[in-house]
């Protein structure tokens, strides 16, 4: 893109067309976002190990000893590497490959044979598991991040992957912040003089948001411009947003159980997400 194909883009925005996912299995991005995942300053991409702790003594303790595990969007492995250290086995899944390599460099380090931890660089919606689990995980709001027909599928994949009686873990965006994000400002930007997430140089970053009422959807336009040549990259994603009620019927239409909306005190979140993220845990 150049500057000009800002000055005259369209205002008329296609949740999901114009914008799905920002594409972090691109190298460059997948290399920054790992850096954002290993850092112990904020509870963005991964929380801190604190609260990370607090999370897992919460799944365990609805383990039985050597369960199996299924951690979609696994991202670099944290709860997997712990997980497995409580004796159970895990499978991770995510299209990240810097996160993947660092998990599968991580599991080698340790000696963990293969049989105990798995890691597979993929697309969560592609994914077919082997064999069945005890317990499915999916963290950190990536549910919302696609259409809620392959968040139905999600669901009926991690039903299926699930022995009867097994748990499946949910932690998603709640309504009102997926909308307030597609309300906020419809354009704002900020300065990068170095390396930041969109880019390894020195850039502009435009942001524009769009809330599509009858879709439930907020879409987010990225535009980067680099700083010595001014060449412009577009990235976008949507969010679909979901109340309680919503989620419950992705729930029980997949085969589970009502599920339980968890308190931050079983389940903190990390202070920015006081308020814009719920924790639900369903029986199949």
Not at 235 to 249: D, L, Q, R, V
Request: glycine share 10%; aromatic share 12%; proline share 5%.
């Amino acid at each position: 893109m150049k500057i000009k194909d800002i000055i005259n883009r369209s205002m008329d925005v296609a949740p999901w067309v114009d914008g799905e996912k920002i594409p972090w299995n691109d190298p460059g991005l997948s290399q920054r976002i790992l850096a954002s995942h290993l850092s112990q300053d904020t509870d963005w991409a991964s929380r801190r190990f604190d609260i990370i702790d607090r999370q897992l003594d919460w799944i365990n303790s609805r383990l039985k000893p050597g369960s199996r595990i299924l951690d979609l969007g696994c991202g670099p492995g944290f709860y997997t590497q712990w997980l497995i250290g409580l004796g159970h086995s895990c499978v991770g899944v995510d299209f990240s490959p810097a996160s993947i390599e660092y998990a599968r460099q991580k599991a080698a380090e340790s000696g963990t044979p293969e049989d105990r931890l798995t890691y597979i660089l993929g697309d969560i919606r592609q994914y077919q598991p082997d064999g069945l689990f005890d317990c499915v995980m999916m963290i950190f709001g990536e549910i919302n991040v696609f259409t809620e027909s392959d968040a139905r599928h999600i669901f009926q994949m991690a039903s299926q992957a699930l022995r009867p009686g097994g748990l499946f873990i949910l932690e998603g965006h709640t309504f009102n912040a997926v909308e307030e994000t597609g309300m906020s400002p419809t354009m704002w930007w900020h300065a990068a003089e170095g390396e930041g997430l969109m880019a390894s140089e020195p850039h502009l970053c435009l942001q524009e948001n769009f809330w599509d009422e009858a879709g439930r959807t907020a879409t987010t336009r990225y535009y980067i411009i680099d700083g010595e040549t001014a060449e412009t990259r577009l990235f976008c994603s949507s969010m679909t947003a979901y109340t309680e009620e919503g989620y419950s019927h992705l729930f029980t239409g997949s085969g589970f159980q009502p599920p339980v909306f968890l308190s931050t005190e079983q389940w903190p979140v990390g202070a920015p997400f006081e308020g814009q993220m719920m924790t639900m845990a369903a029986v199949k």
